[in-house]
């Protein structure tokens, strides 16, 4: 929101109305949306496009050798390991990460929770 505002874009400050929020050009998921559903859609996403799940927002990086790149402030980081194992830890930064990979619980990823992209072009 303050690096927006830098270049006169004003937005809400919480996720919620951001993601909600009428403002952009937007493409939302319904709940029940499949995973391949929202991963064409942002394949599809520009550089800097917002990327919503509830309570968190991420901005789209891009795409490296078929990994999907955001970049978020994190507090714990949650996936399974190659042993197929789930790992939670707390990272407690600003960081980029895969997208695909993460996971919120064992049983949901944020793929799943995943509700809109947002492009502000």
Known sequence: MDIFR??????PRNSGQQGYGAFGQKNRFAETAPHAEKDAAIRLAKVGDFIYRPGHVMLYLGESDGVLFVIHAVFDLAHFTAAGEFYRGILNSVSVTPL??????PEQSYLDRLYAIKSLR
Do not use: D, E, I
């Open 6 to 11: 830098t270049f006169g874009l004003l937005m």
């Open 100 to 105: 695909t990979p993460l996971y919120l619980t």
